[in-house]
């Protein structure tokens, strides 16, 4: 099998003094690679600090109603759904997630509660730079945590969709030396066809040649991943199983995420992320604005999961947010900003089924500087055991400088 | 466009034939050094070149046009509002606009009460029956001037036609830098009727004053107040007035405030959001010297800045002392107490001073306009200047752009433009006329810049790495190829005057050059959205 080394070593060096890199080339050494299956990791942020507390809920702890008299979700009561529904007689999930609940209970969705990043920041910008970059307390750093995945493990033959975020721009966790693309969709990444062939022959040949200029390279990746992406026909897509997505861009994003997985167009790491979670203000409870987000969260998951069916297998989602919420509702009757929130882990090789991390409790004496959730997982150790036991990294200490984090404290949630 | 061996082995054979040509045309005439320092302030004092521009200022001298646009007053800009008179709703008051604009309660009450019965419907049903109930409903939405959408989308036209059009460019650049410091979102609930008020009455007229003044207008704004929920905020010891009657703005908007129990005396408590951002994002900066326990004693001292008359159409900043804190508070160090209303100026005062501030805000300015990461020496005298006038706007802005750092080599072309100086500049350097901006508009929000709908405190960042990504690219080429060709809406241009010179006077760069000399097949049109597409082109 041609791999793109290979093909670069064997006849692609002999054009570059002509200036010309030979993308044409190494598009047909990715044809070549035929339909690889791959794992993927698929990360969700939830923008704005989600409320880990509502999202699964302790009702089994009385401070849990006490500090939140007018948002608390009550106890489960036999399945109703102005409730809590239960998931391991402590933690029930809201109601609004009553989507996820199945999955909850076949094994394919794990909960990790407690889980944030241990930097006291209590800033949005910050923190979400923090969990991006992968360096808590560290703001010099240049490139995310996905990107430097993607250098430790660098793949010669990988397709430009290795590393892929359905967003506009491209996020921070993806930013830095290794190639990823960022597009809001699929259907409208192309050049528009009236240019003709030489408009876009043009536009290649400008960037290729501003080798000194950091769009260099984005152009680069931006007219390989155009031409790769012809073999998608993002055109007609219909989700299988009757996977009904909710209408919107975040679900939009992860329909079009399962439609990449299930081209194989080689997805390593794919993003996308879903806004709307700061709550200072009326935050709701059973029903309200939290309700409605989270609506569209479950909704979605659900769908995806439907969507690609025996492909989940190779496929592992995981939710994060920059902060969780203070334990107690504010004069608002909504939350500001606290410390650990909540993450969910779905798809294959995944220990369902059960809520995990230590819980630190409620009462007062357990909270993080007398307010807040204290975390008990740093979500870099959630995180590198994605990445070593689904993606098989080797090697976490440069993804995560200064952390280093080893099997002993990753939370368990993926089968060794 | 898919090439195989064979093909790619044919193309790559004719260009090493076309090599000797190439060579033999010769550079084309690069500007002399006046006239590139002469594109560099037009970019970065405004947004880019129009044909004809570098000669007018070379004409009138580069030091006297740039101490012209540091004083915009002087600067006749007529012909800019006749291009505005077809936006209807920018000179509209935050309450004519509820008034005119805002779906009618009665229509809100029936779909959320729709809604609620729908529990479990998928959005599409829900936006469908919204659809049919907005219809059927028709009736009561006669008064209506327009849909609520309608005011948004006006803002954002109407500021894509002041950054083309304006002969005060640098006044736009300063405005468009300030509403993004002091960042708001147009999308939170009734937010998008306070936004034009907020741009027209409280960034503008402040932009090139005392920074202290911008900050405290900024602080009583509705629209602020509105978005970092300081409105809301209240001493926990307060008991909750008593509201007039039901209904009533309040219950219009999104997120719908807290209901509150009538009559019940409900104590509401503190909100920390905008205490922290006006140290975060507004002033100090987030390594500015402030703690946790600063944000809350910040958040006590604003207790009771709240906005009135929302309900009667005609929202305002007031102070609501029943809901004050009234205790003593240390901020930064320094004691306040029973100040009421004057704690909060007391707190604006102390950050507007602080020489973090000074450094913070001077940072940002140089970032704006030398370098995403600007000479620190640079950055210290801009500083200096920040301290010894009192925060005089004007004066910091004329030190970063009286230096020579600012026109020195090595910061031309150093910046990436974000969407909007990219498409506001490509209309520019077509000499296209634009008689309806909002399609620009919408494909700078496709870039990933809507204008007035950035969420986050933080506004858009000003660094490259922010807009160096494929799709954004994706939607620059496309928008290049689109103007030239006449195809974006509401925007004519005459390909038949797009010389790459007039386009780029700049001088293109040696791979744009001969990519343009070897695809000699294309028209004019074409042409000109290579050269708007260029790598050069989406720098300034």
């Not at chain 1, 080797?394 to 089968?415: I, K, Q, W």
């Amino acid at each position: 099998m041609l791999t793109r080394r290979i093909f670069l070593k064997s006849s692609g060096l002999a054009f570059v003094s002509f200036g010309l890199a030979p993308r044409a080339l190494i598009r047909s050494a990715w044809a070549a690679e035929g339909s690889r299956r791959k794992k993927t990791l698929v990360v969700v942020f939830q923008r704005g600090a989600c409320d880990g507390l509502n999202t699964v809920v302790p009702y089994g702890e009385s401070a849990y109603r006490k500090l939140r008299p007018t948002i608390a979700i009550p106890a489960p009561r036999g399945g109703s759904r102005d409730a809590a529904l239960d998931l391991d007689g402590h933690f029930g999930l809201h109601p609004a997630l009553e989507p996820l609940l199945a999955s909850f209970k076949d094994g394919s969705l794990a909960v990790v509660h407690a889980v944030g990043s241990p930097d006291a920041t209590r800033s949005h910008f910050d923190a979400q730079d923090f969990m991006e970059s992968g360096t808590p307390g560290r703001k010099s750093t240049e490139d995310g945590w996905m990107n430097r995945h993607l250098q430790c493990a660098p793949d010669a033959a990988a397709s430009p969709f290795r590393a892929v975020s359905l967003t506009p721009t491209l996020p921070r966790s993806l930013a830095g030396r290794a190639p990823a693309v960022a597009m809001a969709s699929i259907d409208r990444f192309g050049l528009r066809p009236a240019g003709g062939a030489a408009v876009a022959r043009g536009f290649e040949d400008m960037y290729a040649g501003a080798v000194r200029d950091v769009l260099h390279g984005t152009g680069q990746e931006t007219f390989e991943a155009i031409e790769f992406l012809k073999k998608t026909d993002p055109g007609r897509y219909v989700p299988a199983a009757g996977a009904s997505y909710p209408r919107g861009p975040y679900g939009e994003s992860l329909k079009q995420i399962a439609q990449l997985v299930k081209a194989d167009v080689g997805v390593e790491l794919a993003f996308t992320e879903v806004g709307g979670w700061d709550h200072h203000a009326a935050e709701g409870g059973v029903q309200g604005q939290l309700a409605a987000r989270l609506r569209e969260l479950g909704h979605s998951l659900a769908a995806f999961q439907r969507d690609l069916g025996q492909r989940m297998q190779d496929v592992v989602l995981v939710t994060l947010t920059e902060f969780g919420r203070t334990v107690r509702e504010n004069g608002n009757r909504g939350t500001d900003h606290g410390h650990a929130s909540v993450s969910f882990v779905m798809g294959g090789g995944v220990r369902g089924g059960r809520v995990h991390g230590r819980w630190p409790g409620l009462t007062p004496d357990r909270l993080y500087e007398g307010r807040d959730l204290a975390i008990t997982t740093d979500f870099r150790d959630l995180l590198g055991e994605l990445l070593a036991r689904h993606l098989g990294a080797r090697d976490l200490g440069p993804v995560f400088p200064g952390h280093d984090p080893s099997a002993a404290r990753f939370p368990g949630v993926m089968r060794a | 466009m898919k090439r195989g061996l064979a093909g790619t082995v044919a193309v790559v054979a004719m260009v090493t034939l076309a090599v000797p040509a190439v060579i033999a045309s010769g550079p084309s005439p690069s500007p002399s050094d006046e006239d590139a320092r002469i594109v560099h302030a037009l970019n970065r004092l405004g947004y880019g070149p129009r044909p004809g521009d570098v000669d007018a200022v070379r004409a009138m001298g580069l030091e006297r046009w740039i101490d012209r646009q540091l004083h915009p007053e002087r600067i006749d800009d007529g012909a800019l509002r006749a291009r505005l008179a077809s936006y209807r709703t920018l000179d509209l008051s935050a309450g004519e606009l509820m008034e005119g604009y805002e779906v009618p309660r009665e229509v809100k009450r029936e779909i959320q009460k729709k809604r609620a019965e729908m529990d479990g419907a998928s959005e599409e049903e829900m936006a469908r029956t919204r659809r049919e109930l907005m219809q059927e409903l028709g009736g009561s939405m006669q008064g209506m001037k327009g849909r609520p959408r309608q005011v948004v989308e006006e803002l954002q036209a109407a500021k894509v036609v002041r950054a083309v059009y304006s002969q005060r460019q640098l006044d736009e650049v300063l405005v468009d830098f300030w509403i993004n410091h002091f960042n708001v979102f147009a999308g939170k609930g009734p937010e998008k009727f306070l936004v034009g008020a907020y741009e027209r009455d409280v960034i503008r007229p402040h932009a090139w004053g005392r920074f202290e003044d911008l900050l405290k207008a900024t602080a009583e704004s509705p629209a602020m107040l509105f978005y970092l929920d300081n409105w809301l905020s209240a001493s926990p010891d307060a008991q909750q007035p008593r509201t007039r009657g039901r209904g009533g703005f309040l219950r219009r908007g999104r997120p719908a405030p807290p209901a509150p129990e009538q009559g019940q005396g409900r104590k509401r408590g503190l909100n920390e959001n905008y205490a922290r951002e006006v140290m975060e994002l507004h002033t100090l900066g987030v390594d500015g010297g402030y703690t946790q326990k600063d944000v809350t004693e910040v958040a006590r001292c604003f207790t009771g800045w709240t906005i009135r008359g929302l309900r009667q159409g005609d929202p305002r900043f007031a102070f609501d002392a029943r809901i004050h804190d009234g205790k003593e508070k240390v901020v930064l160090g320094q004691r306040i107490r029973g100040g009421g209303q004057g704690e909060g100026e007391q707190v604006l005062h102390i950050l507007a001073t602080h020489p973090a501030t000074a450094r913070f805000i001077s940072m940002k300015l140089a970032r704006r306009f030398v370098a995403d990461d600007p000479p620190a020496a640079l950055v210290d005298r801009a500083a200096a200047t920040f301290r010894k006038t009192g925060g005089d706007i004007r004066a910091v802005v004329a030190t970063i752009l009286q230096s020579p750092e600012f026109l020195s080599a090595e910061v031309r072309s150093a910046k990436v433009k974000t969407p909007l100086e990219f498409v506001a500049s490509a209309v520019r350097a077509s000499g296209a006329t634009v008689t309806d901006a909002r399609e620009l508009a919408r494909r700078i929000g496709e870039m990933g810049m809507p204008l007035y709908m950035q969420q986050p405190p933080t506004g858009y960042k000003d660094t490259s790495e922010a807009w160096v990504s494929t799709s954004g690219l994706l939607s620059r080429l496309n928008l290049a190829l689109d103007l030239a060709a006449g195809r974006v809406r509401g925007v004519a241009v005459d390909a038949a005057s797009l010389a790459p010179h007039v386009l780029f006077p700049a001088g293109l760069s040696e791979p744009t050059r001969k990519t343009l000399e070897r695809e000699t097949g294309l028209d004019a049109a074409r042409t000109a959205g290579l050269v708007l597409g260029s790598p050069e082109f989406q720098r300034r």
